[in-house]
């Protein structure tokens, strides 16, 4: 079974491996900065998520801090990818 299904795929894989042989690095690597650009620009418009009120502490509101809110750290992955892509082509 395993045999027939790879037969019947192998000509598929070698037409995308054909097309996409033709795509330059460089294009690669604007699509993928511009699609963790994309990314980013929705997480930023996301609500804030991060710390909440702690019945610990008496149900105060401990402080938006830059740090604590999620949507920061996500986007600071999402750059972070983008740098290593860029650096090492």
Not at 5 to 22: I, N, Q, R, T
Not at 33 to 38: F, I, K, P, R
Not at 58 to 65: K, N, S, V
Request: glycine fraction near 10%; include cysteine; proline fraction near 4%.
């Amino acid at each position: 079974m395993k045999e027939a299904l790879a037969e019947l795929l192998k000509p598929v894989a070698g037409h995308l491996a054909d097309f996409f042989s033709v795509i330059p690095l460089w294009g690669v690597q604007v699509i993928f900065v511009l699609m963790m650009a994309g990314l980013g620009a929705w997480i930023v418009s996301l609500r804030h998520e991060g710390r909440q009120k702690s019945p610990r502490h008496g149900g105060e509101d401990p402080g938006f801090a830059l740090v604590h809110d999620l949507r920061f750290w996500a986007v600071m992955l999402l750059g972070m990818q983008c740098v290593l892509v860029l650096v090492f082509r």
